[in-house]
């Protein structure tokens, strides 16, 4: 641990610095005129890029033993997924 | 690492197995984290859910000044996040007194955002968007009032920690394991801060 103390210092504060400037893209985002739906296609994937970085590093994900990231991963993406399902539903209350 | 090694040397009947690697702290808290991030898409799903279905009259408060204290807010909860993983590295190293530092650092970006978000709630008030005035007010105040909540129970949370193992309470793995949490704030603001503040122009 103490010998790569130091690499692992400049690759937190790399995924740091990359988590802002992806912040910052989202807010300049903001203010361009985009259709809503390539706006909210953009940051989500921003927004899970984002997520993605401070889940591996952060959370230390990506140096756990791969059984544990592939018990909470896929059940997690899998539920969300599921919650998506009567989503469409409010584009019916719109439209009527 | 050398505790898991050792462990290896039990029977698996007498639970000296560790498929995970991980001690049981650190497992349990992921797997508190695996049903806090379903309580959390369940809200945001459900604020926009509301927001497409009524879109025509959605209200949109959030001018640019709204958004420039939002964005405020994501660097405070990411840079506590940068000093929490220095909090780890520092436990990991069992220096007492950095750790400490570094986690009253995550405390103070904390603190700092429950006041700026405070300080925008009331704003949000005194024009007259309470929890109860619309489908707006009562998504959002519940999708944000329960990321506050997160927020307050964290700092109290690494407060605890800090004293603890100032103390020779807690050792570097409770650190750790707060860390987890405090990570998973952070986080989840990355999501509302894009899903609820940047698409109020929009639409």
Known sequence: ?96 | MTEIASEHRVSAWDGGESPYAASSKKLGMWLFLMSDTLTFTAFLIAYSYLRVANSVDWPRPFGEFSIVMASVMTFCLLSSSLTMVMAVAAAKRQQIKKTVIWLLGTIAGGVVFMILHANEWIELIHEGITPASSLFGASFFTLTGLHMTHVTGGVIYLAIVAYGFAKGKFEAEDVEVSGLYWHFVDLVWMFIFPMVYLLSNQL
């Open chain 1, 1 to 96: 641990m103490s010998s790569d103390h130091g690499n692992y210092n400049r690759l937190v504060l790399l995924v740091w610095f990359s988590l802002l400037i992806l912040t910052i893209v989202e807010v300049v985002l903001a203010y361009q005129t985009l259709s809503t739906a390539m706006m909210l296609a953009i940051l989500l994937i921003l927004s899970f890029g984002k997520a993605g970085l401070i889940i591996a590093y952060f959370m230390h994900l990506r140096y756990e033993r791969s059984s544990l990231v592939l018990t909470i991963v896929p059940v997690v993406a899998f539920c969300i997924a599921m919650m998506f399902i009567m989503f469409p539903d409010s584009l019916r209350i719109l439209n009527q």
